[in-house]
């Protein structure tokens, strides 16, 4: 088992920034690919970015390309997503998600989740 909890959400204005932090406790942190994934009340929940287990590949959907920056920390068992030029359509619930396979992590699918961390956008 892997226990995942986000923070860093918040409410922000359009063209603001925000940190999103997962820390993952329980199996080795480090054997997984993490990733984040993103969901709208009533919406599907979607794919937002992907790390490997090292953090030397990273995967991210087309709309926040340029925008969004993910890492990781192994040694503090740390993933983050950095959020830049924030949009109205970046509001949702942002999930953290890890998965031994990237591939499959990078088309939705997960081994464990955390609960998410809300991100509220206003214009």
């Known amino acids: 088992q892997v226990q995942l909890v986000e923070s860093g959400g918040g409410l922000v204005q359009a063209g603001g920034s925000l940190r999103l932090s997962c820390i993952g406790s329980?199996?080795?942190?480090?054997?997984?690919?993490m990733g984040w994934l993103r969901q709208v009340p009533g919406k599907e929940r979607n794919f937002v970015a992907a790390?490997?287990?090292?953090?030397?590949?990273?995967s991210y959907v087309d709309s926040v390309k340029g925008r969004f920056t993910i890492s990781r920390d192994n040694a503090k068992n740390t993933v983050y997503l950095e959020m830049n030029s924030l949009k109205p359509e970046d509001a949702a619930v942002y999930l953290c998600?890890?998965?031994?396979?990237?591939?499959?992590?990078?088309?939705?699918?997960?081994?464990?989740r955390g609960q998410g961390t809300q991100v509220a956008i206003s214009s």
């Open positions: 998600a890890a998965h031994m396979n990237f591939q499959r992590l990078q088309e939705g699918q997960y081994s464990f």
């Open positions: 329980g199996r080795s942190f480090s054997d997984y690919a």
């Open positions: 790390i490997n287990w090292s953090g030397d590949s990273t």
